[in-house]
Structures are given as C-alpha cells and as structure tokens.
T-cell receptor, first 114, second 116 residues
Framework: AQSVTQPDIHITVSEGASLELRCNYS??????LFWYVQSPGQGLQLLLK??????LVQGIKGFEAEFKRSQSSFNLRKPSVHWSDAAEYFCAVGPRTSYGKLTFGQGTILTVHP | KAGVTQTPRYLIKTRGQQVTLSCSPI?????VSWYQQTPGQGLQFLFE???????NKGNFPGRFSGRQFSNSRSEMNVSTLELGDSALYLC???????????????FGEGSRLTVL
C-alpha cells in the first residue's frame, strides 16, 4: 500500500532563514509527487509537482523540491522564508491515472517568526 | 478561469440529520473528487466521479454518497450524521480523461461541517 510520511509535524523558522520540509513515500512504482499548501480556512494550492525527468523541480512562490529515488524522498525547500509562507504543507503521491485519489501526508505546520 | 466552487462554506447540523454539499469544478474539468479533512485523520479520499459515474472510492461507510450531473457539477451527501463527521470537506477537480490527466488536483476552499 502506498503511504506518505512527513516526519515534522511543526517547524518554526525565522523570516529570511532557509527551509526544508521532509517527505518520504512508499510506493510500488515511480509515483507522481506533489506538494500542496493550505492556509487557515482555505483549500489546498499546488506548489509543485514531479512526474519525470529532472529530479529538481521548481514551483511557485520560490519553492523547489528534489526527488531522490534511492531515498524515496521528495523534500521541499526554500532559500529564504517570508512571513506569508506560514501555512500547512502537504506532500502527496499518486499514480498518473489516480482517478482523483492522492495519498497525503499528515502535513507540516510552518510558523515564521519575524 | 474560475476555480473550484464549493457551497455552502460553513454549516452546522445536529446528529441524525443529513447534509448535502455542492461542488462546481473548473470549466472543462470532468472529474470531481471529494476528500474529508480532520485534525486526527488528515486528508482522506472519499470518492471520485467522472462523466456521471463513480470511478473510484475510498473506505467510508455507505452513509457517504455522491453523484455527478451532466454539467460535471457534483454533490455529496452524508446521512444520519455523527459527531465524528465534523470536518472540512474538500472538492477537487481535474480534466479526468486519460490523455489529459496529470494526476494534479485543483481544490476548492471546502465546506466546513460541524455536527452538534
């Protein structure tokens, strides 16, 4: 069965500091991988996705993620965090023909200190 | 291009009642998926509809049901509400057809259900 683990429930960083959110997955084949962000009371917004090719993918808002097949990881990074990045971040995995079903991690809450 | 629209945004019900939530997908998207989000269980897949047919479903009791109309709008219904059904219900749309499918889901802002 597929699963996604986000080891960090809550991360606190200072504004301007770098950020790395961890994501490990278990999947039988090469999956499609996603990072979503959710602000309080809002839906999920896609930050970036990995399907194939270059293992370093760029997303919106200055985020990037690196797919490491050998480590079954898809960590999200940002070189300099802004206060507006405070939100909850979800890693998700699914097949190409997911028929709407993605498997999500439990989420990581990001707090940004001024 | 308008995003995914969910109504109502907030609602309060009592145990034993039923509720119907509505979702209008992005124009041109034919697949609609539903998720339940709770603090304890996180995001859990309920079901997915494509061309008015349920194509995939998660592990929820039969009290949770859905349907899709010819214009791709979808509704989900929860009957005999329980306290544990309190959650944010998220709808997501995607193109749905295999050739256009990238696995990416576009989410609405959700319907917050409170069961008292």
């Amino acid at each position: 069965a597929q699963s996604v683990t986000q080891p960090d429930i809550h991360i606190t960083v200072s504004e301007g500091a770098s950020l790395e959110l961890r994501c490990n997955y278990s999947y039988g084949a090469t999956p499609y991988l996603f990072w979503y962000v959710q602000s309080p009371g809002q839906g999920l917004q896609l930050l970036l996705k990995y399907f194939s090719g270059d293992t370093l993918v760029q997303g919106i808002k200055g985020f990037e993620a690196e797919f490491k097949r050998s480590q079954s990881s898809f960590n999200l990074r940002k070189p300099s965090v802004h206060w507006s990045d405070a939100a909850e971040y979800f890693c998700a995995v699914g097949p190409r023909t997911s028929y709407g079903k993605l498997t999500f991690g439990q989420g990581t809450i990001l707090t940004v200190h001024p | 291009k308008a995003g995914v629209t969910q109504t109502p945004r907030y609602l309060i019900k009592t145990r034993g009642q039923q509720v119907t939530l509505s979702c209008s997908p992005i124009s041109g998207h034919r697949s609609v998926s539903w998720y339940q989000q709770t603090p304890g269980q996180g995001l859990q897949f309920l079901f997915e509809y494509f061309s008015e047919t349920q194509r995939n479903k998660g592990n929820f009791p039969g009290r949770f049901s859905g349907r899709q109309f010819s214009n791709s709008r979808s509704e989900m219904n929860v009957s005999t509400l329980e306290l544990g059904d309190s959650a944010l219900y998220l709808c997501a749309s995607s193109p749905g057809a295999a050739a256009a499918n990238t696995g990416e889901l576009f989410f609405g802002e959700g319907s917050r259900l409170t069961v008292l």
